[in-house]
């Protein structure tokens, strides 16, 4: 069983920075797909930025390209998010995830989620 914990959430002001962290518990965090998602009110959640196991590879939703960077500590057990020029629509819980399941967005451990708020 795989723990997350996100941190560094919180309200920032248009145009601000911030950068979530996403920590994990286990041994096999350096083997895991991680990704981190939103989800704002009313909507669905969605894909922000996933990173392979060794963090060779990301992938990012155009909506925060240039914008987001995703980045991973295999050593620290570590994944985070670093969110540049954020954007009132940036406003979200953001959650990390861990373990990709198949060829989707479909992964097997999930943290609690953190909130962000971007004021205009």
């Known amino acids: 069983q795989v723990q997350l914990v996100e941190s560094g959430g919180g309200l920032v002001q248009a145009g601000g920075s911030l950068r979530l962290s996403c920590a994990a518990s286990g041994r096999l965090f350096s083997t895991y797909v991680m990704g981190w998602f939103r989800q704002a009110p009313g909507k669905e959640r969605e894909l922000v930025a996933s990173i392979s196991a060794s963090g060779g590879g990301t992938t990012i939703a155009n909506s925060v390209k240039d914008r987001f960077i995703i980045s991973r500590d295999n050593a620290k057990n570590t994944m985070y998010l670093q969110m540049n020029s954020l954007k009132p629509e940036d406003t979200a819980v953001y959650y990390c995830?861990?373990?990709?399941?198949?060829?989707?967005?479909?992964?097997?451990?999930w943290g609690q989620g953190t909130q962000v708020t971007v004021s205009s």
């Open positions: 995830a861990a373990d990709k399941m198949g060829p989707g967005t479909s992964y097997r451990y």
